[in-house]
């Protein structure tokens, strides 16, 4: 086993960040969208979207399977940039930049953005090293500091006293739960300043998916987190904003309790009471 | 119900049978060429090139041929690296999943696959010609690459297909570049990679058919890619039929080293690949 140093044992956000090795300046974040429309080679995926993410919340996006709520997603990491046959119009304002802009860097705006995914993947290579993976590639060098990111890290998403003794191991054998707590500290040490969740509780146990939750409502003191998710009854658990996709539109967004006891929209009301899904 | 039992028993008696062929096969060869070519196996025969002239001479080993090995080998694996790497690479990680290009690319080298060495022996003379050279340690590599482009690229391209489509989108999204996205994957497929690399060692080390008429043969070492080259499948092919018995053992102390070498780089594949497993998803 390796020596990790002196390690304090309680971490909030603030601690971890104060400590943080990007030292970025405070401000407000928001999201603006545009009249984005995405086009899949000839299928017009999302038309003319425009929306406000708020800050320091938690935006569930819902609808029907194919509605366009992962296209959304990733439209705000940019990740179909890896996708040829994918044509993009509009604007999304991050921080009041245009992510679609001419002298935008792709890798600043994945920064940004801490992607939880649907599936766990771990990187293949220890516990440690995953965590330790993003801080790595930005610049991080000093072993202490690393040591340091790391085990905070593991430990705000409640996995270090799970995983202390064999961190040097492998993840396979992690249960998918743990994986998944894995993969957000993971995303969480490249420090971003947004948390995107596609579905990222849709493979988990309820125990794990209760985790999980926890944990997002624990992080949006400090980021805006917009979630995609299947489950109504998660979006009314732990939303404070929900978005109502439909065949690549949005047709309702509002507060949750408003959303869910005073639709406005005959579509909402009948996803919402189950005549469809 | 006495039916059923003799026909498992004579079923269960050829399973049986066959097994003990494959292995008296095995240890038939294995034996044959310890007992013929161990005896033959001296520091002189290691370390020292034949002597005394070509097909008669009594002295000296089969060092020509088993540097002569070594230099086409390591040639033809830096060329087949250098093209099967960034192939395989790109129709798994830069081309989409369903793209015509890469079915296109895994139907060429399947079909490659299949080849015959001595067309590619062939193909590599007539290509020889065309650029106006004659039979070569250049000929040989190049005509032991293409021989093994095929091997490398298949089993590489089996253990990339395996890796998680996932992979690449988590890195990407944690801001890896594309590069350090690549570094991590090569680093995954290093199992495949290791044993793609001993198959086609194992592979083009003991192929006679693709170095006939392209590396040539002769007694010396090569000291530059325009000369001719010996091999140990062709040492053992050209001295096998001489009449004098010394000449005769250098050739069965090329099939014993040639087997050894075989044998080790079966073996080493298997080692490796356990060894690489440890972090895979």
Redesign the interface.
Known sequence: MMNFGVVRTSSTLEEIQSNSYLRKVESSHTINIKNLNVFIEEHHILKDINLSIPDKSITCIIGPSGCGKSTLLKTL?R?HD????VRISGEVIVDEENIYGVNVNV??I??K?G?L?Q?P??????IFDNVA??PR??GLKRRKAINQTVIQYLQYVGLWDEVRGRVRS???RLSIGQQQRL?LA??LA?EPEYILGDEATSALDPISTKKIEELFIKLKEKYSIILVTHTLRQARRIADWVVFMYMGEIIEAGKTEEFFNNPKNKLTREYLSGSFS | MKAKKTEELIFKTFMIISSIIIISILFYIIGTIIYKGLPALDIDMLTKIPGGGFFLGKEGGVLNAIVGSLYIILGSLVIGLAISVPLVIYINFYL?KKSWLATLVRFSFDILFGVPSIVYGAFGFALMIFLGIRASLLGGIIAIALLIMPIMMRSFDEVAKLL?R????????????RY?MAK?II??LMPGLVTAILLSVGRGIGDAAAVLFTAGYTDNIPTSLGQPAATLPLSIFFQLGSPVEEVQNRAYASAAILTLVILILSLSARYFSSKYQ????
Do not use: F, W
């Open positions: 990491n990740m890896e996708t040829p046959e890798i600043d994945r920064k953005m992607l995914a599936r993947c771990p990187l293949p290579m220890s993976y993003g590639i930005h492998s993840p396979t993969c993971r995303g490249i | 989409p998680s996932d992979l690449p989108d988590a890195l990407l999204s944690l801001g890896a570049t350090e991590v680093k995954q440890k972090n895979k998803i």
